[in-house]
């Protein structure tokens, strides 16, 4: 089925009406700025009025009738966001002394799974860190989207990566077996609360020493950098339309405090890091 909005439209039609709007608009346009962007700052107070709150919206990414053309021109994109933020080196800093830990016990390679991983950025970038440094590890790559595995399984066997890809939805099926980190990206904001916490209790249960957790903020900032980044940085219609839907949907701090103590995980540490994210990890 594809994800279809509160007016009805489906991704289809949300794409054709982006593209229409994008190529009857001059180049010099003040639709060229953000939805409710103003100098003055009073008049930003819709837009933090309508960040109060999640607004949830289905994504066009996670549409399974999206053509695997747009959904790896989608991926691409999002790379390029991830290559912008620094994303690589947050999880590389977390995962780093579980890593060295593990080399200095001689305990074999660790398992590692990436949980939404879309096309696998993530896991290539770290398997080839871990492999310079020396680290053994074993990589799995976890998401619903059959395209998604097959992007991956593709661009990781280019690289020369020894990755495993599985189909799995989170919501329905359990990781395939128990791995010791589980890594996870811009991947809780899709969910409510009930089932982000359910989420939190299976990375819980299914490793052995921790999971690490990065997801966007509900911020004003965080709006207009989804906004603006999405378009410098590539020309998917879905990332454009993708990127501000999920920081209307995606946790606040306070919010996601409060998913983990439903979930009964009480000393998980949150840092906010730039550019508007947290950054969440438990260690067991
Ligand atoms: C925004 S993308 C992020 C992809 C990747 N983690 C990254 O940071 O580039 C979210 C991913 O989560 C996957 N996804 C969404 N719901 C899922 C579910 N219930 N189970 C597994 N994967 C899911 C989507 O297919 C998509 O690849």
Same mark, same amino acid.
Not at 178 to 187: E, R, T
Not at 214 to 219: A, G, I
């Given at each position: ?116 991983? =879309? /096309?696998?950025? !993530?896991?290539?970038?770290?398997? $080839? ?5 020396? #680290?053994? &590890? ?55 609360? =009930? /089932?982000?916490? !359910?989420?939190?209790?299976?990375? $819980? ?5 921790? #999971?690490? &957790? ?71």
């Amino acid at each position: 089925m594809p994800a279809i909005d509160r007016l009805g439209r489906s991704s289809y039609d949300l794409i054709t009406l982006h593209l229409r709007a994008k190529s009857s608009r001059p180049i010099f346009s003040p639709h060229l700025l953000p939805p409710y962007f103003s100098l003055n700052t009073t008049s930003n107070r819709s837009l933090r009025q309508r960040l109060k709150s999640r607004n949830l919206q289905p994504e066009l990414m996670d549409d399974p009738e999206l053509p695997r053309e747009q959904h790896d021109h989608a991926l691409r994109g999002l790379t390029t966001i991830h290559r912008f933020s620094g994303l690589v080196n947050r999880f590389w800093r977390g995962l780093l002394p579980i890593l060295k830990r593990s080399q200095q016990n001689q305990s074999g390679p660790l398992k590692i799974a990436d949980m939404g991983c =879309g /096309d696998g950025y !993530l896991l290539r970038q770290l398997a $080839r860190k871990s492999a310079a440094h020396g #680290f053994a &590890v074993d990589w799995i790559g976890c998401d619903f989207s059959r395209t998604a595995c097959d992007l991956a399984a593709q661009k990781a066997r280019d690289a020369g990566g020894n990755i495993r890809f599985q189909k799995v939805d989170i919501l329905t099926g359990d990781l395939p077996e128990k791995v010791d980190v589980i890594i996870n990206s811009l991947f809780l904001h899709h969910f409510e609360a =009930g /089932d982000a916490e !359910l989420i939190l209790k299976k990375f $819980r249960d299914a490793t052995t020493q921790a #999971f690490i &957790v990065e997801d966007l903020r509900r911020t004003v900032v965080g709006y207009y950098l989804a906004w603006t980044c999405g378009r410098l940085l590539t020309r998917s219609p879905i990332v454009h339309y993708d990127g501000v839907v999920s920081v209307e949907g995606a946790f606040s701090i306070t919010e996601i405090e409060s998913v983990l103590a439903a979930a009964d995980i009480h000393t998980a540490k949150i840092c906010k890091r730039w550019p508007e994210r947290f950054v969440l990890t438990f260690h067991h």
